[in-house]
């Protein structure tokens, strides 16, 4: 496929091949650039193209620097400054050094939201990755009818806009008249009357029903089309090799899949690393009720419910750089295997 | 799929057990995931005073579309219904110029930096989209575009826009660059031949991440909410957010509300569900 891009781009050795056809290349790491032939003379007949790419790319970087880049300078600028209601107003600057840094690491909320992110993420990202592509192997074992089954119960789950969809949650488990309380009681457990956002243990839980509920099928469906790429004769020469379906699908279908395994895995990161929505509606605005808030949320009570924007604004840098770190490693391996190349 | 193996093994009748036992899975996932959407729509139909009984009916005697009425007469619901397509819409097709040209770019040019851009775009989308509300609102009021919808636009094409770039290079990359260079041979510019011959062939994958842009923007309750601030110019999620906390337990209606507001987008993802995945695949392995 990347043989029939041909001329224009002359001899095309950086960034990389597709990771799904040659795996090979992954072990080569980064390789050498190989200047094609016309070598010399491409530098003078880049400039007069490279007008035009710049010309294309220009409407994009206008809007990412001027509404992203200046909005995030401004956020990383404000975390040093002490911005309340009353500096916002008067337009007053008031530079605070490391203040707002200080005050979050020498209080306990700090370490205590960290782990909680840490842990709702976790728990959402492992959930939805390991449902997703189980559901994508069970897809793939049946037929067609039970499949476009499948893809139609999910697309619908899929599209279902997340503000509706957690007022929806939180009627299936409101505490008088919620379904779920009702189902539960029915079969005998005692769940009459039973507030699921009074702890935040079971708060927490229905919140991550609900988001990998509207997360697998994404993953699902994408696994799914990807599973499909696997070629037949592969897995078959496994099984005559004498593989069985376990050690086939570890070594000769996850090799080929994983770069969309793992794109999916750092979204999903990234994604539910900044919940914001979900846990806003489905505790109906109050979502003090967690005592431990995920850092997302947190850092928007900061700022907003607290107003110290300074100090939300340290909390959004703190989560940021937190994502970076995780998500940095793989975002390496995207670039190294070619993911990232354009 | 497997075709010659599932014949071969379709024959032992272990695996064909095993096939019911996988239906069985099959069928609780379904219908677990289709409940909550079941659940919303039978609420909205359901008259009041079986919704807040004790045993709910699974299975609705009655039909009422009492409750789609109260929710759109009440206040503001026409307007901001109003204000969520425009203003969607407007976004959406910016976006999708916009990542198309920056697309082509990137993809089609040796273009020094593309790959510094392209860890931008994808690092970019780590920050919280709640922080910046505040910085952006400040920004967009010094120009005066608070409360009007241009500056709800512009936002949201600014929030879509990485990932719509990310997605749209795939599709953009699986078009073999021969027809452009065919359609130059015969005369045509380099612009001419992205747009007359690469744009209609990316037109499916700019269907796909139309989509996605829509469903983003169509769902965004938080900039709304603060940069539009007259009721009459705010957007359904908000429109939606203030029912919820205003009436109380008129789950029905609530649930109408939530009925309305998640058709328009059932309906385009049913539309392009095929090209969605494919996309998707299209835009993370390179084909």
Known sequence: ?342 | MNRTATMAGARTPAYKAMTWLWRGVATVFIVVTLFPVYWMVQSAFEPNREITSLTPSFFPAHFTLHDFVDAMSRPWFWDDARNSLVVVTSAVVIVLIVAFLAATAVVRFRLRGAKAFLVLVLVVQMVPTTALVIPLFLLLDKYHLTDNYLGLILTYVTLTLPFTIWALRGFVRAVPVDLEEAAMVDGSSRLGAFLRILFPLVLPGLITTGVFSFITAWNDFLYANVIMQQNYHQTLPVWLFSFSTNTGTDYGGLMAGCTIMSLPVVVFFLAVQRRIVSGITAGAVKG
């Open chain 1, 1 to 342: 496929m990347q043989a029939l891009r041909g001329l224009p781009q002359g001899a095309r050795a950086s960034g990389g091949l597709p990771g799904v056809t040659e795996p090979a290349t992954r072990q080569a790491g980064r390789r050498p650039r190989w200047h094609g032939p016309g070598t010399v003379s491409r530098r003078s007949r880049r400039f007069g193209r490279n007008l035009l790419p710049i010309a294309l790319l220009l409407p994009a970087l206008v809007l990412i620097g001027g509404l992203l880049g200046w909005p995030i300078g401004q956020l990383v600028a404000t975390s040093f400054q002490q911005l309340g209601l009353f500096e916002l107003i008067g337009h007053h600057v008031v530079w605070d050094g490391l203040a707002n840094y200080r005050q979050l690491f020498s209080s306990s909320e700090l370490g205590a939201s960290l782990e909680q992110t840490a842990l709702f993420v976790t728990a959402c990202v492992s959930l939805t990755m390991a449902t997703g592509t189980a559901v994508a192997l069970l897809m793939k074992r049946l037929g067609k009818p039970m499949r476009t089954a499948m893809s139609l119960a999910m697309l619908l789950a899929w599209a279902m806009p997340s503000a509706a969809a957690s007022i929806v949650w939180s009627w299936l488990f409101e505490t008088q008249w919620g379904v779920v309380n009702y189902l539960l009681s029915a079969i005998g457990l005692h769940f009459t009357n039973h507030d699921w956002f009074a702890s935040s243990l079971s708060a927490y839980g229905v919140i991550t029903a609900m988001i990998v509920w509207q997360a697998v099928p994404f993953v699902a469906l994408t696994m799914y089309s990807a599973f499909t790429l696997v070629p037949d004769d592969l897995a078959e020469a496994a099984a005559v090799d004498g593989a069985s379906p376990a050690v086939a699908f570890r070594q000769v279908t996850m090799p080929i899949v994983r770069p969309i395994f793992v794109l999916l895995t750092v979204l999903s990161v990234i994604w539910d690393g900044n919940v914001f929505n979900q846990v806003w509606f489905l505790t109906g605005g109050r979502a003090q009720v967690i005592d431990v808030v995920p850092l997302g949320v947190w850092q928007y009570i900061e700022a907003f419910a607290s107003q110290q924007y300074g100090l939300g604004s340290s909390v959004a840098v703190i989560t940021v750089l937190l994502l970076l770190m995780v998500t940095g490693y793989y975002i390496r391996v995207m670039v190294r295997t070619g993911e990232v190349s354009t």
